[in-house]
Every structure is written in structure tokens, then in C-alpha cells.
């Protein structure tokens, strides 16, 4: 559980980034942060794992506080993948790369090996295992760097616009892999712009805007709220788009996903059907 409490945070530059910013996230929850550039919002899940201490407040990992543990140790529980993942990648070839902390956190060589090959071929990126991951494409670099996270199994993950760079099925894998997560009672917490990819995923929604939070619940709650979504300078996803003119016609305007909307559809057809 990350506890967070009336946390502020001002830069070097005396800009400040969070003003008096409260969540709790439980055990097992998908959560979406959105909003605009300048928001606040990697500042803010940057005090997850103690990259940044808040200034005024307290974030709690597990009911450590962060300010009295190190970024090595919150690591253990809490895993970063920035979203420039040139700032996390340094070594000579994807596999190194992927087992760079195994091997830094004393694991056996056979576990780091098994665990290697198993991130390599769950992210698409065994053919890359001796390549330098500097030769790979942006969205490559940011599933290598996805891969040597997950290969450490945090309880929690952080994942930074972890959609830039990917494609339609990469995407649609990322959801898959964020599900799967949960079903082992894992935390997964996205920094995004993404709106539809969000809305595809129905995750919780976290709002914010100038530093603090303006919205927090269900993401047909979130997602299908114009005013809502205004304030923080996020559009309404697509298929929400269509509905909310399609409630005139009595369907529910409350609808974000494809599946959703395909059921819904369907049977308003039967209806009238009959």
C-alpha cells in the first residue's frame, strides 16, 4: 500500500510542483494519473520509490516512510520505468541490461537466467537479447527497460507514458500484462495521456492539474464526465464521444470501451429487432 499525505514539493528553482497532495493507493490496484503537461504528475509518483522527498507531508511504502529508507531499498518493492527510458539504460546488450539488478541484488545465476529469457520473450524481445539496446527503436528501449524492472518482480510497478513509442498490439499487450499483474495482487500505477488506452484498461482514475488533485474514482466515472475531464485538460475518449450523443436516443452515455460498446449496440439492435 502507498500511503501518501498532504505532500508539497518545490524544485531547486523554487517552482512548486505538488501543493498539498493526499492518495492512497491498496494493494492490487491499477490506477491511471492524467492531466497536462506541468500537472505535477511524475513529481508526484517519483515520491513512490523515494526518488524525491516530499518537502512538507509523508509518503508511506508499506508503512515505511520514504525519507527514512533509500532508493535501493523502495526499489526492491516499488519499480520505475521512466518515461525516457535513455535514463535508465546503460548497459552493452538487452540481456545484461534486463540482468543488471538481478545480479546487483545477489540472485542465483540460474534464477537470472530463467528470468532473463522469460522478460525477454514476454515483452518481444528475445531476437534482441545480445543486440546493444541503443540500437533499438524508442518503443523497444522502453520494453527493455519495462523487462529489467519486472525481472527484479516488485510488488508494485510505476509505469511513466508507458504507451509512447508502441503500437496498436503492443498496447493491447501492455493491458493483457497489466491484468495479468493483478490477478497477482500487483499494484500498477500509469502515468498517461493516453485517454484511450485508459479507457480500454477502466482502471482507477486519478486527476491533477497545477499540483493537486481534481478528480479521483472509477474510469467510467472519470472518462464519460466532460466537465471533469476539462479541468484537467484531458478530452473525452472516443467511443464516450459517440455515446454521450447516442444517450438522446436512450443508450447510457456512461460507455469507454470497445467490448462495452459493441454489447451495448448489440443489443439495442435485437430491441428493435423485436
Do not use: W
Amino acid at each position: 500500500m502507498i500511503e501518501i499525505l498532504d505532500i508539497h514539493y518545490s524544485y531547486p528553482s523554487k517552482i512548486e510542483a505538488l501543493r498539498g497532495v493526499s492518495l492512497t493507493i491498496k494493494d492490487g490496484e491499477f490506477v491511471a494519473i492524467m492531466g497536462q503537461n506541468g500537472a505535477g504528475k511524475s513529481t508526484f509518483v517519483k515520491h513512490f520509490n523515494g526518488l524525491l522527498k516530499p518537502s512538507v507531508g509523508s509518503v508511506k511504502v508499506d508503512g515505511v516512510e520514504t525519507t527514512k529508507s533509500s532508493v535501493a531499498a523502495l526499489a526492491r518493492s516499488v519499480g520505475f520505468v521512466f518515461q525516457n527510458p535513455d535514463h535508465q539504460l546503460f548497459s552493452e546488450t538487452v540481456e545484461a541490461e534486463v540482468g543488471f539488478a538481478l545480479k546487483n541484488f545477489g540472485f542465483d545465476a540460474k534464477i537470472i537466467e530463467e528470468r532473463i529469457t522469460a522478460m525477454l520473450e514476454l515483452l518481444s524481445l528475445s531476437q534482441y537479447r545480445k543486440t546493444s539496446p541503443f540500437l533499438l527503436s524508442g518503443g523497444e528501449r522502453k520494453r527493455v527497460a519495462l523487462a529489467s524492472v519486472l525481472a527484479c518482480d516488485p510488488k508494485m510497478l510505476v509505469l511513466d507514458e508507458p504507451t509512447i513509442g508502441q503500437d496498436h498490439e503492443q498496447k493491447e499487450k501492455l493491458q493483457q500484462f497489466i491484468l495479468k499483474l493483478q490477478e497477482q495482487g500487483k499494484t500498477v500505477v500509469a502515468v498517461t495521456h493516453d485517454v484511450e488506452f485508459v479507457a480500454e484498461c477502466n482502471p482507477r482514475v486519478v486527476l491533477m492539474r497545477e499540483g493537486k488533485i481534481v478528480a479521483d474514482g472509477e474510469g467510467h466515472q472519470i472518462l464519460t464526465d466532460p466537465a471533469m475531464l476539462e479541468a484537467a485538460s484531458i478530452v473525452l475518449p472516443q467511443i464516450a464521444q459517440v455515446f454521450t450523443k447516442l444517450s438522446a436516443a436512450g443508450l447510457p452515455k456512461d460507455i469507454i470501451d470497445i467490448s462495452e460498446a459493441k454489447s451495448v449496440l448489440l443489443k439495442a439492435l435485437e430491441k428493435r429487432k423485436q
